[in-house]
């Protein structure tokens, strides 16, 4: 059952994460970052790959992760995983190809995949999925 806790407040700091870092995005900023060759909030932040649909990237993770910690995606827990994990697929795909990583963004990808895990397989839905 403490699990189930540690998940939802990996799930609350994703959601925190990712509504700091809008603020940003629609302000027009970065987060204070290291610049270094590998370490660049900036690049990673305000390329064309961290908007999706016109939608920054941080966003669809708090709405994925409060979806979470409301349980919207109650009847189909699996499919909430792997919108989850297409998520982490894409701002993946997204450091690796620009060759940078953000630390805000690894905050948010390490609560996320804390919280699936945390959050995975829990027993009172083991019998009831239907999926």
């Not at 690049?43 to 708090?62: C, D, E, H, K, M």
């Not at 109650?74 to 989850?84: F, V």
């Amino acid at each position: 059952m403490r699990r189930h806790y540690w998940s939802y407040g990996f799930l609350g700091v994703v959601v925190l994460l990712g509504v700091y870092l809008t603020g940003f995005h629609y302000v027009g900023s970065v987060p204070s970052c290291p610049a270094t060759p590998l370490i660049n909030c900036t690049r990673v932040l305000t390329s064309g790959g961290s908007v999706l649909i016109g939608v920054p990237l941080p966003l669809w993770g708090a709405v994925w992760a409060a979806s979470g910690m409301l349980r919207l995606f109650r009847w189909g827990r699996r499919i909430w995983i792997a919108l989850g994990g297409l998520g982490l697929c894409w701002a993946w795909g997204h450091e690796i190809a620009l060759r940078s990583i953000c630390l805000w963004c690894s905050g948010m990808q390490f609560g996320i995949l804390l919280a699936v895990i945390l959050g995975w397989p829990r027993k009172e839905y083991a019998n009831k999925t239907a999926l």
